[in-house]
């Protein structure tokens, strides 16, 4: 089993930057692909960008060119979000995918962009 925690979510001005940070634990040998999903108040649960280990990466298309998703190692994985606009608000959960496949999940953090 995979135990996620997510930090560095926060309030930002439009056009701001945040890195979001996400330190997994547990069995993590199996991991082989590392994400960041968002949820905006009232809307359905939305891929924001996925990296596997071997280092292919997507992207939501609304995303390309502003945020970058990167991964230290086989414990952890961080987006660089710049160019935030208010649409970016939402709640940011980082998930694993392990052999199996066994989906985990954090506990979410919160990204507000407004003025």
């Known amino acids: 089993q995979v135990q996620l925690v997510e930090s560095g979510g926060g309030l930002v001005q439009p056009g701001g930057s945040l890195r979001l940070s996400c330190a997994a634990s547990g069995s993590t040998f199996n991991i082989y692909v590392m994400g960041w999903y968002r949820q905006a108040a009232g809307k359905q649960r939305e891929l924001v960008a996925t990296?596997?280990?071997?280092?292919?990466i997507t992207y939501k298309d609304s995303v390309k060119g502003r945020f970058t998703i990167s991964r230290d190692n086989a414990k952890s994985t961080a987006l660089q979000m710049n160019s935030l606009k208010p649409e970016d608000t939402a709640v940011y959960y980082c998930?694993?995918?392990?052999?199996?496949?066994?989906?985990?999940w954090g506990q979410g953090t919160q990204v507000t962009v407004s003025s």
């Open positions: 990296i596997t280990s071997g280092g292919t």
């Open positions: 998930t694993a995918v392990s052999r199996g496949p066994t989906y985990s």
